[in-house]
């Protein structure tokens, strides 16, 4: 297995405190988060709403998120899906929505 298929698969993404973390959907996909701990919203494009809410619920690794979006990135192959996965995650752990862990 290449180092960084290993690398997607051992590292575990969750939402640290889910139960301070409101979420709401609208019709087009995206979302609006309310953190209770920071006090900031933030708009959310569709792709990293839906993976906020799967995180919200139990920790993923990339790999799991892709399987679970499988259908947002079809049309990708799967390193570029999996590149695009990382890069939200990034941008959620930058403003403090999800956290992750060396598994």
């Not at 570029?80 to 992750?100: C, G, K, P, Q």
């Amino acid at each position: 297995m290449p180092e960084r298929e290993r690398e997607h698969k051992s590292i575990q993404w969750t939402v640290p405190s889910s139960d301070s973390i409101l979420l709401r959907v609208w019709d087009d996909g995206l979302t609006v988060v309310y953190n209770d701990v920071s006090g900031d919203t933030h708009l959310l494009s569709p792709v990293a709403g839906e993976i906020l809410c799967l995180l919200k619920s139990v920790s993923h690794s990339s790999e799991s998120l892709l399987l679970e979006l499988e259908e947002a990135f079809s049309a990708q192959d799967k390193q570029s899906a999996l590149d695009a996965i990382e890069t939200v995650l990034s941008e959620l752990e930058n403003i403090n929505l999800v956290s992750s862990a060396q598994n």
